[in-house]
């Protein structure tokens, strides 16, 4: 077996998880796994037992953390370094690090600037003899130049045949808070993707309450860190987690938690009975990571993009809330949301 290994995945919980069981089979190769993060993703990553090392890139201080890394992992070594994420410093680490296997996935881009930086990277690349494999960027994807990204992770089965053909790796939390409640509610996650829905700032609250009736099951919205007008004007009782009692929790109809931990989350999302967002990429990802049935709200224009991280699903289905030029209303979508449901 192999000793040690460095994986970079600088970016979103969503792009972690659409490649963590590759990951995971590619670290049982090794006996000390390390993983460069970012701030977005490192408390999931660092919550995955198996990782040697977790060590956060901070996006936010950008010019400085290059610096920094350069200076870290110059001629560290490694049995093997793979970069998932495409950023400019994980490339360049690459050729820093002392590893007897490198691989990275170039993104390609539109224009000519993009294509002749490709040309320079690949001339670098071969040089130093770093495998590599090409990803398509959203902009190249959304004129249906397709592929899927889950599937493009298990290439590296060419150099490591123990992976699989699985998407998602997720420990199970310790938490079971809401295992008694299994299946008698739905959650919504909010965020700003509820922007664009038609009279969302003030006909929101009236239509969950409806949608609940409806459905018949308790709804549980969930938010962090949310300022947008339309949750601020949402009259529903909004319950920060560190106030989250058995009692509101079993007796309320509808209610929202606020800013919940992510071990806490994943148990709320384990235990629901469908699962609804406007493709939260960590909420959409963790749900069919959870074979849970799970909605997603998009814009007829983004499927293309969206299709391209998730492996056919017999639990996702996608609600539109808008179609070329039509927008729908907020109603319109919840009850396209509870027929889906009822369907069950």
Same mark, same amino acid.
């Given at each position: 077996?192999?000793?040690?290994?460095?994986?970079?995945?600088?970016?979103?919980?969503?792009?972690?998880?659409?490649?963590?069981?590759?990951?995971?089979?590619?670290?049982?190769?090794?006996?000390?796994?390390?993983?460069?993060?970012? /701030?977005?993703?490192?408390?999931?990553?660092?919550?995955?037992?198996?990782?040697?090392?977790?060590?956060?890139?901070?996006?936010?201080?950008?010019?400085?953390?290059?610096?920094?890394?350069?200076?870290?992992?110059?001629?560290?070594?490694?049995?093997?370094?793979?970069?998932?994420?495409?950023?400019?410093?994980?490339?360049?680490?690459?050729?820093?690090?002392?590893?007897?296997?490198?691989?990275?996935?170039?993104?390609?881009?539109?224009?000519?600037?993009?294509?002749?930086?490709?040309?320079?990277?690949?001339?670098?690349?071969?040089?130093?003899?770093?495998?590599? /494999?090409?990803?398509?960027?959203?902009?190249?994807?959304?004129?249906?130049?397709?592929?899927?990204?889950?599937?493009?992770?298990?290439?590296?089965?060419?150099?490591?045949?123990?992976?699989?053909? /699985?998407?998602?790796?997720?420990?199970?939390?310790?938490?079971?808070?809401?295992?008694?409640?299994?299946?008698?509610?739905?959650?919504?996650?909010?965020?700003?993707?509820?922007?664009?829905?038609?009279?969302?700032?003030?006909?929101?609250?009236?239509?969950?309450?409806?949608?609940?009736?409806?459905?018949?099951?308790?709804?549980?919205?969930?938010?962090?860190?949310?300022?947008?007008?339309?949750?601020?004007?949402?009259?529903?009782?909004?319950?920060?987690?560190?106030?989250?009692?058995?009692?509101?929790?079993?007796?309320?109809?509808?209610?929202?938690?606020?800013?919940?931990?992510?071990?806490?989350?994943?148990?709320?999302?384990?235990?629901?009975?469908?699962?609804?967002?406007?493709?939260?990429?960590?909420?959409?990802?963790?749900?069919?990571?959870?074979?849970?049935?799970?909605?997603?709200?998009?814009?007829?224009?983004?499927?293309?993009?969206?299709?391209?991280?998730?492996?056919?699903?017999?639990?996702?289905?996608?609600?539109?809330?808008?179609?070329?030029?039509?927008?729908?209303?907020?109603?319109?979508?919840?009850?396209?949301?509870?027929?889906?449901?009822?369907?069950?």
């Amino acid at each position: 077996m192999n000793k040690k290994i460095i994986f970079f995945s600088i970016d979103r919980l969503g792009d972690y998880l659409v490649r963590s069981n590759v990951i995971k089979k590619i670290s049982d190769n090794f006996t000390n796994i390390e993983i460069v993060t970012s /701030e977005k993703n490192y408390k999931l990553i660092s919550s995955q037992k198996f990782f040697t090392n977790v060590i956060l890139f901070n996006t936010k201080k950008k010019i400085i953390n290059k610096f920094k890394f350069l200076i870290f992992f110059f001629l560290k070594s490694y049995d093997s370094a793979i970069s998932f994420d495409g950023k400019n410093i994980s490339t360049l680490l690459l050729f820093f690090i002392n590893a007897k296997f490198k691989f990275t996935f170039i993104y390609k881009k539109k224009g000519v600037a993009n294509f002749l930086y490709t040309k320079l990277i690949i001339f670098f690349l071969n040089i130093f003899k770093i495998k590599y /494999e090409f990803l398509n960027s959203r902009a190249l994807i959304k004129n249906n130049d397709d592929e899927n990204y889950p599937k493009m992770y298990q290439k590296l089965k060419k150099y490591f045949n123990n992976i699989e053909s /699985e998407t998602y790796y997720l420990e199970e939390t310790k938490i079971n808070k809401y295992d008694k409640l299994f299946e008698n509610y739905i959650i919504f996650h909010l965020d700003e993707k509820y922007l664009d829905i038609i009279k969302i700032d003030n006909k929101f609250d009236e239509y969950i309450k409806k949608f609940q009736k409806n459905i018949d099951k308790k709804v549980i919205l969930t938010s962090f860190n949310n300022n947008f007008n339309y949750y601020k004007k949402l009259n529903i009782d909004k319950i920060d987690f560190n106030k989250l009692n058995n009692d509101i929790l079993y007796t309320s109809k509808i209610l929202i938690i606020e800013n919940m931990p992510l071990d806490h989350f994943q148990n709320l999302m384990k235990n629901s009975y469908t699962n609804i967002s406007c493709h939260s990429g960590y909420f959409v990802h963790t749900s069919l990571a959870l074979n849970k049935k799970t909605i997603d709200i998009i814009n007829k224009t983004d499927e293309i993009w969206y299709n391209n991280w998730i492996n056919e699903n017999n639990n996702y289905k996608k609600i539109y809330k808008s179609n070329i030029n039509i927008k729908f209303e907020i109603n319109e979508i919840l009850n396209s949301i509870a027929d889906e449901i009822k369907k069950y």
